[in-house]
């Protein structure tokens, strides 16, 4: 990839959810950090489209957004679109992931077909048990904390990994059964809904 070794980070923090995938995100931010990376964090009142679009077109080479979605875009902290179908040019040769509910349904292939070099995304609603909030992070967090360590992996080694990260929970909440098979339930859901999109063969260096 041709631009800096910088990461865009878009996270509001909005309602119960939120303040849940805003520490998620964190974890995220932390780290690229550890290994060298500048992180431009649009958290909360940075969450905004004019500041993100600023951030994507100076630089940056991987973009995050941890939040609320629909299929064809990403809310910001004031609930107005900070990604949208107008603004997915903005995406070209970026590495996107993003923690939204269905916007791998119309806003990701738009981020595709605009250049984008890969999308990450879920097509589905991502449920969220709270009582098992610490799981599901690690289950959506674990593709990324992986890339990090190994920016040579290619996405989609990335999202096997994911998968088997949710696999493993998957297996461990059925095995106690009872209101766990539940939550299992809920993890295969958010499994079946991620998405890859774009070159598969994608690195981060």
Not at 96 to 125: N, T
Not at 143 to 156: D, H, M, R, T
């Amino acid at each position: 990839m041709g631009k800096d070794k910088t990461v865009i980070l878009v996270r509001t923090r909005q309602d119960e959810q939120t303040v849940f995938s805003y520490d998620w995100a964190e974890a995220i931010k932390q780290a690229f950090l550890e290994q060298g990376w500048m992180v431009q964090d649009c958290s909360e009142a940075k969450a905004l489209r004019a500041k993100v679009e600023k951030s994507l077109t100076e630089s940056g080479t991987v973009f995050m957004f941890y939040g609320h979605g629909l299929p064809d875009r990403l809310i910001g902290q004031n609930n107005q679109p900070v990604c949208d179908l107008s603004n997915s040019s903005l995406f070209k040769d970026y590495a996107v992931y993003v923690m939204a509910c269905h916007s791998a349904k119309i806003l990701g292939p738009a981020m595709i077909k605009d250049g984008a070099s890969c999308y990450f995304g879920y097509a589905d609603e991502i449920m969220i048990d709270f009582q098992h909030s610490d799981d599901i992070g690690i289950c959506i967090n674990s593709g990324l904390l992986e890339w990090i360590k190994n920016p040579q992996f290619s996405a989609v080694q990335i999202r096997h990994i994911i998968f088997a990260k949710y696999n493993q929970w998957i297996d461990f909440h059925s095995d106690i059964g009872g209101q766990h098979a539940l939550f299992a339930a809920d993890l295969r859901h958010n499994r079946d809904a991620l998405k890859l999109l774009g070159n598969t063969q994608t690195s981060l260096i």
